[in-house]
């Protein structure tokens, strides 16, 4: 072992001396094509900039690893420019951006357009109104002139088209300073995109409007049912008395929420929606030659204007800490927060590098003083960069019979360690390495590309100087952090928010107005649709995989090597999987959790998070039921370093009764946590729903079990775990061979493998009624699932699966969500999804979904089960759909490690080949007609059962008998603890 030690100190010396000499960063500019561009020297994304005449930034960064492109269209405008009359104005905008204009969403814009500008001005009435007879009576009329308008709309248009381009993601965003509109669309469908984004901005409608304002208003409900965005609001508005970061929040005010301005809003986009405010983000297959022609010449109508400038009076300093306490039904926790300079500072990328040093994930202040000796449940130290002011936040959660003020008491604690220069020298180079891997891993995704010149482009910073960043950071010393630490982070100088466990007495929700479900025209098309539909396409072929020559196969020693060559990067990652699990064993995966607390003869469990660190690696142990894996990855140049590692870690770990003692207190912490979770309880519910009272999720160990448990009896588990068969998939630059060659010297395996222990066998019940599984929570909404089991998976109902998914219960275009949130304003969320079974032999099942106000509940639950029973029928809607399965396929490539999860995924299913194949030869030969018998055959008058978290008292056992036998299992039975 003094051996295998030596090895690892003297690799992890070496790697650290290997800082790279620092790469030039310096702006350039060039002309191609008659276009001027800047550009970054070395940049790894290799990003054009350009600015249209009419002040449009347009930021290209070509890459041809999939044949898709993501795109951002972003505004400089969010809620913090949202008037003060009108908070929430951003977000609601945001929402309408998908509403159309008067060329599409529309059948009949001439009888269209009086009504809604009737809409107008109705709502400036109510808003001028005070009178509550009056405003209801404006309502009313709202109710009605919305209605009549919505005969002329056609819901969705947009969606729908984006969707039969075959794009993904369709969504956007509202923050504080930025409104951000994303696609992810095949690179052959770019002609349409741009020519339906051009026409999105040129002049939006504001169609549907109070059924959209409804969703608002159950988002709005979330939110105040969400602890974590209370706690956060709480922090901001103590930071930032004057900055409107604090003054007003992203969703807006209830009071304001009620009162809405269709031309307050109209006003916000004319203001802040102009060329010279905007950003057109593209990453993905393209040739940016081309590419910047076809968008100078979609968006070159735009004109650009003046942008109201946004201003405020500076914050004065903090002179004593700033109080707040926050309440509600989740765990308790703190936070604290200092302020700090804005984005495009120097002090905002220190900041990032104080936040490296107190949390990483395993040799920070937080990580290693705090979470690995188990002081507290769970620490973290992260900036909040925004452009005029950054937060440094820190949060705790404590461990059983800790108060909050002996979390602030241990947090502020690391923070003197740090102001004093307490942690190790080399802690620096170790962060800086980290983040060089972190960047390669970043530019491998065309995804992570766009959303970081997106997010530099929102905030004002220079990309030169994000590149150099790293380079900046490699020059800092302890001293220079020590001098900042001290400067901003004082003893009285911080906002801290108690998050108290109890009820929040100051809670409101926004009330449901009358609603009259809207006409959504869902089988019609626009013109202008037709036209774009008609666009041609650039064929794209699909690519399949062929396990055989896709997937390189060795051995080391007796153990199976898959392997896919990573000819990109240095980049690799490492899998010992073995197919057992909890089920085999409710020990494994405390074992895995416990290893974390624990050090070898030779090194302790903190040498060993920084020696991982150090060597710019991670590893990670898990069990899932019937599964588990230890994980590796880092750079090619390391690989033998962390294998050694790993492996000594593994074999010589030693038992810690006084680690053991402390993780028991932890353990039984989270899982008191986890029943203060409405995420949680509903998993239950569902597991509950699926198997029966002795289910997957709570088949877990008794607190007596618990309390039994041994140190050597976990220690033993991790040491013998090898002992046991499993594959090795290697995602790497060396070949299969080279791999297992290497491996071979390094894991150890025993002359035969032990047999795996008899896993527990849980079966899917399939109830012949209708039941209602319901728990009680403390929230202004109702969650409902609908839980179905189905028949033994069957490969042949994939293609029609997959079309019914998309057609009818995935994605805003779907029928549920037409149905449900855009005609009925009955939920925020809602979805289905047929979902086959993951291993050959076991049940497929149906799982729909509602996230509703509770006063919304039965009218929510009436209108998912009319779709499940009755599914509406369009043709267009139909086309569109199986439009997005083809081109989904067409431009999907699984790549680098995927590939090999992929196989093992088909291999549990019985294949042998790339199960996509049989949908993309399927799809264009399935109708209307076969979904519909998909549907019939298996949702259509089916029991269900009814899995619900609500609070009791905003919800009857008589409203819940209505839909099945109701049972109420406590939370014991729920969880089995």
């Not at 903190?606 to 590893?619: P, R």
Request: proline share 4%; aromatic share 10%.
């Amino acid at each position: 072992m003094k051996i295998k030690l030596i090895l690892i100190l003297l690799l992890l010396g070496s790697y650290t001396a290997k800082v790279s000499a620092q790469t030039p960063y310096v702006w350039k500019t060039a002309t191609t094509g008659g276009y001027n561009y800047k550009y970054v020297t070395n940049d790894p994304t290799q990003a054009r900039f350009y600015t249209l005449k009419n002040g449009l930034t347009v930021i290209l960064s070509p890459t041809n690893k999939q044949p898709r492109i993501q795109a951002y269209i972003a505004v400089k405008a969010g809620s913090k420019t949202d008037p003060a009359d009108h908070t929430g104005l951003a977000h609601y905008l945001e929402h309408m951006m998908f509403k159309g204009t008067d060329k599409f969403g529309s059948l009949n814009w001439a009888k269209e357009k009086p009504l809604l500008d009737k809409i107008d001005d109705l709502y400036e009435q109510y808003n001028s109104t005070t009178d509550e007879a009056k405003r209801k009576e404006i309502y009313k009329e709202i109710d009605k002139t919305s209605g009549e308008a919505a005969k002329f709309g056609i819901a969705n248009e947009y969606d729908k088209m984006m969707a039969a381009m075959g794009g993904q993601g369709s969504n956007a965003f509202t923050s504080f300073e930025q409104t951000v509109y994303t696609e992810d669309i095949p690179g052959s469908a770019v002609d349409k995109f741009l020519t339906m984004q051009a026409e999105r901005f040129r002049a939006p409608v504001l169609r549907i409007f109070h059924t959209e304002l409804e969703a608002v208003y159950e988002e709005k409900n979330r939110g105040l049912d969400n602890d974590g965005r209370k706690a956060q609001e709480a922090m901001f508005e103590a930071l930032f008395p004057n900055n409107n970061y604090g003054k007003q929040t992203t969703i807006g005010t209830i009071e304001h929420l009620k009162n809405p301005s269709l031309k307050a809003i109209r006003k916000y986009y004319y203001d802040y929606y102009v060329p010279n405010n905007m950003g057109i983000i593209l990453s993905g297959d393209f040739n940016p030659d081309v590419m910047i022609k076809k968008v100078a010449a979609h968006f070159n109508y735009m004109v650009p204007k003046a942008v109201p400038a946004y201003t405020f009076a500076p914050e004065a300093p903090i002179t004593s800490p700033v109080k707040r306490d926050v309440y509600g039904p989740t765990p308790e926790n703190l936070t604290i927060a200092f302020r700090f300079p804005g984005a495009s500072t120097k002090d905002a990328r220190m900041l990032s590098l104080i936040g490296s040093i107190l949390t990483n994930g395993k040799a920070g202040l937080f990580d290693l003083d705090l979470t690995k000796k188990q002081k507290l449940l769970g620490a973290s130290a992260s900036p909040y960069v925004l452009k005029d002011y950054s937060v440094l936040m820190l949060r705790g959660t404590p461990v059983k019979g800790q108060s909050l003020d002996e979390v602030k008491a241990l947090m502020l604690a690391e923070i003197d360690k740090l102001k004093k220069g307490e942690f190790a020298a080399d802690l620096i180079p170790s962060i800086v390495n980290n983040l060089k891997k972190s960047t390669i891993q970043q530019n491998e995704n065309y995804g992570n590309r766009a959303g970081n010149l997106m997010s530099d482009f929102t905030s004002g910073v220079d990309w030169r100087v994000d590149l150099a960043s790293i380079n900046e950071l490699a020059k800092v010393d302890i001293a220079q952090v020590t001098a900042f630490a001290n400067k901003y982070l004082t003893a009285n100088n911080y906002v801290i928010v108690y998050k108290h466990q109890g009820e929040d007495k100051k809670i409101l929700k926004v009330e449901k107005p009358p609603i009259t479900p809207v006409e959504v025209n869902a089988g019609e098309q626009s013109a202008y649709v037709k036209k774009i539909n008609a666009m041609p396409d650039n064929p794209i072929q699909p690519l399949f995989l062929d396990y055989a020559k896709d997937i390189q196969r060795a051995k080391a020693g007796k153990v199976d090597v898959l392997s896919v060559q990573n000819k990109d990067n240095s980049i690799f990652r490492m899998y010992y999987r073995f197919d057992m699990g909890s089920w085999n064993n409710k020990l494994l995966p405390v074992a895995a959790a416990y290893l974390q607390f624990l050090g070898t003869d030779k090194m302790s469990a903190e040498d060993i998070s920084k020696a991982f660190y150090k060597l710019a690696s991670t590893y990670s142990i898990s069990a899932s039921p019937e599964n588990t894996n230890i994980n590796i990855g880092g750079l090619q140049e390391n690989f033998g370093a962390t294998v050694t590692l790993l492996e000594n870690l593994l074999a010589n770990c030693q038992p810690d009764e006084k680690a053991l003692a402390s993780y028991k207190v932890r353990f039984k912490k989270v899982r008191e946590n986890q029943k203060l979770n409405k995420g949680s309880i509903m998993q239950g519910l569902v597991n509950y729903a699926q198997y029966g009272i002795n289910n997957p999720f709570n088949n877990v160990l008794t607190d007596e079990e618990i309390d039994n448990v041994k140190a050597q009896d976990l220690v033993d588990i991790l040491h013998s775990l090898v002992n046991y068969k499993h594959t090795i998939l290697y995602y790497g630059p060396q070949t299969a061979l080279q791999a297992g060659a290497t491996l071979a010297k390094l894991h150890k395996t025993p002359a035969t493998f032990l047999p795996y222990p008899a896993a527990k066998k849980f079966t899917r019940v399939k109830p012949g009624e209708n039941q209602v599984l319901f728990a009680n929570y403390d929230m202004v909404q109702a969650e409902i699932n609908w839980i179905r089991n189905e028949e033994t998976y069957d490969v042949a109902k994939t293609p029609a699966a997959e079309l019914l998914n998309n057609y009818f219960g995935s994605g805003i275009s779907s029928i549920i969500f037409q149905n449900i949130r855009e005609s009925k304003a009955l939920a925020y969320s809602t979805y289905a999804y047929y979902s086959q079974a993951a291993k050959k032999g076991e049940k497929d099942s149906f799982v729909a979904y509602v996230g509703t106000q509770a006063d919304k509940m039965n009218e929510a639950i009436k209108a998912m089960n009319e779709l499940l029973n009755s599914m509406p029928e369009s043709e267009k809607g139909l086309l569109a759909a199986r439009d997005n399965v083809r081109k989904s396929i067409e431009t999907e490539r699984v790549t680098q490690d995927d590939i090999l999860f992929n196989y093992l995924d088909a291999k549990l299913r019985g294949l042998d080949y790339d199960l996509r194949k049989n949908t993309f030869t399927a799809i264009n030969k399935l109708g209307l007609a076969d979904v519909k018998a998909f549907h019939d055959a298996e949702l259509k008058d089916k029991p269900y059962t009814y899995c619900i978290v609500a609070s009791e008292k905003r919800v009857s056992d008589e409203d819940l008998k209505k839909y099945g036998v109701l049972s109420k299992p406590d939370l014991k039975t729920i969880f089995g603890y």
